[in-house]
Every structure is written in structure tokens, then in C-alpha cells.
């Protein structure tokens, strides 16, 4: 690791730990404040905004609250550690370019990328999951409203994600362990820095006996240390997202741009949609809860990646 760049590495994880708790500090207070909205617009009459967001948070379990106050937590602390992140090395990495180009040059070439890494992801899960139905190992859900509505919202939602997530991660976050470190190590670094923070960002599963207390949050986090203590919970929830986070890093440094690593998001995103829509997960051994935890994601994120590397691969001369 290089001496100059350890202080950036140390600031990332910094900010990290300190956007959890400031997050863990906020779950209750939100929660709180989101249930007197939900009572308050379902007894006297608002407008339309207030209305559907007080449905949404009378939907609205700890767990998404806690989600919420974690990303509020990053929105609010990002610019400020950007600034002081910025003055000695700068935090956006200027790694050797490709003929794609750094980061967002070569409009037709990333929209490739972009596109063809998409496609793969999707192609391959979903190959996955026609065949685990084929085989009985699935079984058939209806979701509500058309199917064309449907794969358009879950196609926004997922590239809009994709952006902003690959944005921070490999953007930021993956320039400064490049700068920091060899490619190799910045690249697992960069994975497990995302999978801790998937993990942490949506608890699955986890629940706090007394949400409204002051120290809901913390609890939260207590609880989701516990079931990383559990070898089987932190295989299921942890390889995935690992697996996820170095294919997403190995693109992201062979191509010196972000397009590859924001199709290969969004199709793991849109798959996901998708299957949570369509299909219910009767094999939890092979996939876990709602096939996100399990070999297949693994298989599916695995093989994708194989692809993109000779997708990306410079012809012969």
C-alpha cells in the first residue's frame, strides 16, 4: 500500500462507520416521526403528497426505516468528507485509460458496455430461474397491474440505482483504493467494502422487539453483527453480495470506466425485480430468501462476469 494514499483509505472507512451510526441514531427518531405522519394523514385530510407518503410509511416496517436513515445520513455527509477527502490526492481515480476511455468518455462504447453487460445478467438469472422452474423447484406468484408497467419501473428503478450506487462505489470509493494500493487488492478491498455495506443498508430478516426506543438503531446493528456470527447467515448473505462486488470492481478497473459496472448493476437489479414479481422461491438451500441468498445468485453474478471479461477483450492485432 502506498504511505501517501493510506490517510484516503482511512477516511473512507471512516465515513463509512460514521454514516452507520449517525444512521443507527436516526432509525427510531424517523420511525417515530414517519407512524405520526401515517395516524395524522389517515385522520384528517392532506394533499396527495402527504397522503401517499403517509401510506408509505403506515407500510413501513424498522428495518426500511433504518434503511432510510442510513442512505439520509450518506446524502447529508457525503459533500462535506468529498471536501475533505479531495485537497491532498483527490478522490475520483485517473487510472490508466482504455479506449473507452476514464470514467464517462466514449459515449458509444460505454453505451455497449452498458447495455451488453445489462443484457447478460439478465439473460443469465433469468436463464436460472426458467430452469429452476421447469424443474419444480419454483413456484408461479401474479403480481399486480400489467407486465409492461411492471419491467418499465423496475427498469428505472434499477438503472437509476445502478447510477448512483456505481457512482459512489466505483467512482469514488474504488479510485481511492486504486491510488491507495495494486489493482488486485483495491479490487477486494472495493468488494468487501460494497457487501458490508449492502448488508448493513437492508437487514433482511432482522427485527428490534421496541422499534420507537432510542437505541432501536443501535440494536439493529447489534443484531445484524449476530447473525454475521452465524457461518451459514454470513455465507447466504455475505458471498453474493462479494461475488457481486468484485465482478463490479474487475469491470469497473478493466475498463477504466463506469458503463460496464452500471449495466452488469442494473441487471442484477432488474433480474431480481423481476423474479420477486413473477416467482416464489420454494428452494431456500439453492437460493435463499427471494433469490438473493444461495449459490444461484452467486452462479448468475459468477457467470455474468466471466462474459463481460470477453465481452471487454481486446481484439487481436
Known sequence: MRIRAIGDVLKVWLFAAVVVALGAWLAPRLFNAGKALAEVSSSRTTNGAVEWLGAACQKADFPQFFTASVLLA???????????????????????VTKCGPLWRETACGLWHGGGGFLLVTGVWLALIGVLFLTGNLLSSHFAGGWQAFALRALAGSFALAVLMEGFFRGVVMGVFLRAMRPAAAIGMNAVFFAFALAVIAPHGVMVADPAAANSGFRMLRLVAWRWA?????????????????VLAYARWRTAALWLPIG?????????????????????????KGLQQGWIPVI??????????HLTAKPAP
Open 74 to 96: 450518506t446524502v447529508v455527509l457525503f459533500f462535506p468528507w468529498l471536501r475533505w477527502l479531495r485537497p491532498r490526492h483527490g478522490a475520483i481515480a485517473e487510472t490508466t
Open 230 to 246: 452465524e457461518w451459514q447467515d454470513a455465507c447466504g448473505i455475505l458471498v453474493p453480495l462479494l461475488a457481486l462486488g468484485i
Open 264 to 288: 452488469l448493476h442494473a441487471g442484477w437489479r432488474f433480474a431480481r425485480e423481476a423474479q420477486a414479481g413473477l416467482l416464489d422461491a420454494a428452494a431456500p438451500v439453492l437460493t435463499g
Open 300 to 309: 448468475a453474478i459468477v457467470v455474468a462476469g466471466v462474459l463481460a471479461h
